[in-house]
């Protein structure tokens, strides 16, 4: 083992050009915290300082945890101490000075240098902007690992079952020490030597990452690290209810000296992104830094504080943070989860994959779109579905007609309700008279949403006027209809009469789709649309131009209708109402048929004992219905289906569109040898249905990603709400037990941080980013610090993320308890 001495600093510098090289972005941060480092080591050896009581015992860690490194302490970057803090007496948690360590593994034995000849291990520089750690010079293989250190990890007490004890539980006797503000010294560079202000505990200052026990023990302790398939549970725990107990209970303090120039974003280099939108590429590493707060901070705190002091030793030392290191013993750790008792832990396992350091965010965060869906491109004549703007305006709209009502005593046609439903809102026009027959039913009808009671969901009602007579036999095939479950069919529920409508009527609740609207409606109900320019097209122009349809749309239509119909059939059903006026389509090109099992109870034939007697007659006849159907889509009009222009309809068919969609039509419509049969449409269809299954998983990806925003809005709108609940509580007054002592009033601040910042002119200063930033650090509880500044200007509080979660989570179990009377 050779020596090894801090003025060897041409490995540092190496360590440090390489690292900054290999990641630009993350450059400055990475050159500022490291340079610090070596200074303070450099420092610490030129002072060569005795170990105090307390360093050594941070040394005999390592007989309780052989997981965690000696060298990693020497380098801990974020452990508020240096140099200018040595007339203090150091904490437990503060680490001794490099020259002083053992690398060798005893305890308290001389400092080693690494085997001669040994290379930095390139594996290690992609956690450096992670963590923000330093690299730690390896003895035993001449690689680097990064520093991984807690002092109060609870691996790390003597007595192993202690370290069992789930470490979130939130303690509350434990005293905030950001309450016992001292004022700054009176030396000229007093400003420049932020204080720490002594915890009324002896407890250490450590800052606390959500999972960083289970991660760096080798053994399974809880940690509150997110798994991504219980994401619920975690939302409820990481919002605040179960926060882990940090034993940090000091912070900072300054004055609001003017001179004291501090400037928010100066601690660490971190530059936000410099887009206001809530879902901006940060980055997951981004927020489990350990940097102080960023740039994006308080204007106000910016302007109060301006100055010098970016990347200043002293503002370094402010900043602590501990990253997280799965490389111990050089063991992968998987989380696991555990249901115990209805809360969900994650215990981390080792697998036997060696040298991996796996650094797991300690956050939520939406963490962009997936290049899937970013560089999604649309292809030629595909339905176009992709875009989110047009997704979110799409259910809002659903939404919005979803909730419409018609007032019934305004419109007294409408009855206030129907049977088990109510809130019928009219979904055609019906006039006063005469009233129309439906080309379908042979009788006159009626749509409505309502909603129904029992769940209050919303359906279709179809009301068939004047229908009294219902053959008991024909709720058979009801009863397999309300059984038949398929994304192309709209789903019959219940039938039965009523008396509502001030006749006897029959009612059909299907369910309901917002926004629906016919095929025919879609397709043929244009003025503009007319057959007989179509017949005139020569050839020269193209099928858009000719008013005809895309063949891809077509196709869509057809596997959908196809498979459809091959449910039904399977189900020993027929269709019997496949017309255009009887396809519903949503979006662009969903398509449901729709009012099923409605022509098997008006249309029954009760000359036969059995009510299937005639399913097979009726399913041929569906198949000639999908013909008429494809034939009225590829020439855009339904009088492409008159008799006497049926050849000419095939002709369009041939010059525009390929022989499958010919041949099919032809299948469909001409009597077959033997019975049609919609598997052998299949062939037809081909590889088409590729593409159609490849459209729908891309519209599923798109989707889901949506979706995935969405839970993170959620998350932060739980937290909002819960601390507004908290804020100012006008039961408390200024009572001062409550918002404006303790950790109440730490949050207040923080919520002018978060909400009432103004810029150097005074006016408000408003970025969403900011907002879902911070409340996203909150969330993880990141050991990054933040500058509360009071309403008068005249204080500024220094507290970490970690110990406002810690408030937020305390002051909310605390309105519970009052709020259940416990
Ligand atoms: N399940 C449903 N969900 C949402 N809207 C529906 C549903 N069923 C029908 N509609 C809407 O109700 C309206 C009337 O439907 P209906 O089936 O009566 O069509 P129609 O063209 O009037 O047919 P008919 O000539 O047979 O009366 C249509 O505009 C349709 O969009």
Redesign the pocket.
Known sequence: MVEYTNDDAKIFDHINNVLVGEFPSFGIAKESKFQQLMQRNQSYDASQQPLHASQSEMLNYNKYDTSLSVEAKAFQPSIAVGNQFSQQAPMPGILPPFANLDISGSSGGPTARPPMGSQPNPSAHEFIPRNMSAPVLNPHNGGFSIPEFIPNHPMARPNGPQAQTPSFIPTTQQPTSYLMQQTIATAPDAHMRPQHVQSSTSSPIVDYIPGAASLLSGNHMPSPVPGPALEPKLSASSSGFASPPSQNNSSTYYTADSSTSHTAGSHGGFTTPGTSSPYSRQTVDSLSTNHTTPDRSSPLLSRRLAGTHRGSPSLAQVSTGVGVNMSDAGMLQQPVAQENGGTTYFYTQKSNQQGMSVVMPPCHVFPGSPPSIEYMSLKANAPSFFMANELRQAIMHKHSLTMLTVDTEQDPSVPAEVDNYHSLFP??YTPEAPLQK????RYV?T?YKAIKYKDGLPY?VRRIHGFRQVNEKCMVLVDMWKKLQHSNV?QLREVFTSKAFGEHSLIFA????AG???L??RHFQNPNNNYASKTKWNGGTTRQNAGLLPESLIWTYVVQLTSALRCIHMAGLACRVLDP??V?ITDKSRLRI??VGILDVLAYDNSHANPRAHIQQYQQDDMVSLGKVVLALACNSMSALNPDTLQRSIELVVMNYSSDLKNLILYLLTPQQRPHNVNDIMPMIGARFYMQLDAAMMRADVIENELAKEVENGRLFRMLGKLGVINERPEFGMEPAWSETGDRYLLKLFRDHLFHQVTETGAPWVDLAHIVQCLNKLDAGVPEKVCLMSRDEQNVLVVSYAELKKAFSKCFNELLVNNTGV
């Open positions: 979904l055609e439906s080309g379908t039913f009808t749509c279709c709209v299907h369910d309901y789709y629906a609207e016919t025919m409606a006026t009887k519903i729709n009012s």
